[in-house]
């Protein structure tokens, strides 16, 4: 099993949906959760992270976090054709003295017009 | 444009060269990373460097040589690389190692290109 699952996609929504993106992980001693954007050819950038059980709200971007589950979402509101990206979902624990960070495989997001 | 800055960009060398990636920030971070990504892979940790201090090696050959000479750079030499080792190196900073919390911050990254 993967220490970190996403689906690879691509997910397809039209501009203006909501895409919802999906994350599982296998250790339950992760505490902090973060997605990254990456663009082709560029690096990931940061755009949330969570740490504790709920939602969090930033602009158009909602992380949800349920670790009884031990699943992470991130939810992408009037999606717009810039947000096609891979979405990386990654995961922070004590391994390694709580600076080693997992990520999943990404999910690729198409938003078309 | 990030706060961690990569050069070079691009890099394009023999498998005989011998050369060296450099990552710089000056946001007071005392934790610092190298990561490889091969193309439509997740990056993968190389080392972890904190308090200018080695903290994690993740069994990378010797030809992936790090060194980080003071709080705000970290060099990766490379001699001897084979073509598998085509891939965008990615550093990364976080305010310090240690605390779950801390997010990562990426550079641009160097796309390498071993001939």
């Known amino acids: 099993q993967k220490e970190v699952e996403q689906n690879s996609g691509p997910l397809s929504v039209p501009e203006g949906a909501i895409a919802s993106l999906n994350c599982t992980y296998s250790?339950?001693?992760?505490?902090?959760f973060f997605w990254y954007r990456q663009y082709s050819g560029k690096s990931p950038e940061l755009i949330m992270s969570i740490y504790s059980n709920g939602d969090k709200e930033d602009g158009r971007f909602t992380a949800q976090l349920n670790k009884a589950s031990q699943y992470v979402s991130l939810l992408i509101r009037d999606s717009q054709p810039s947000d096609s990206a891979t979405y990386l979902c990654?995961?922070?624990?004590?391994?390694?003295?709580?600076?080693?960070?997992?990520f999943g495989t990404g999910t690729q997001l198409k938003v078309e017009l | 444009d990030t706060e961690v800055t990569q050069t070079p960009k691009h890099l394009v060398m023999g498998m005989t060269n011998k050369k060296s990636l450099k990552c710089e920030q000056h946001m007071g971070h005392r934790a610092m990373y190298w990561y490889k990504q091969k193309a439509k892979k997740p990056p993968e940790l190389m080392f972890v460097y904190s308090y200018e201090k080695l903290s994690i090696n993740e069994s990378v050959p010797s030809r992936f040589s790090p060194e980080c000479p003071n709080s705000s750079l970290l060099n990766l030499h490379l001699h001897a690389l084979q073509p598998e080792d085509s891939a965008l190196y990615l550093c990364?900073?976080?305010?310090?190692?240690?605390?779950?919390?801390?997010?990562?911050?990426f550079g641009d990254g160097t796309r390498l290109s071993i001939l």
């Open positions: 990654a995961v922070k624990g004590l391994t390694g003295g709580g600076n080693k960070l997992t």
């Open positions: 990364a900073s976080s305010p310090t190692g240690s605390t779950i919390d801390q997010p990562q911050h």
């Open positions: 250790d339950r001693g992760s505490q902090s």
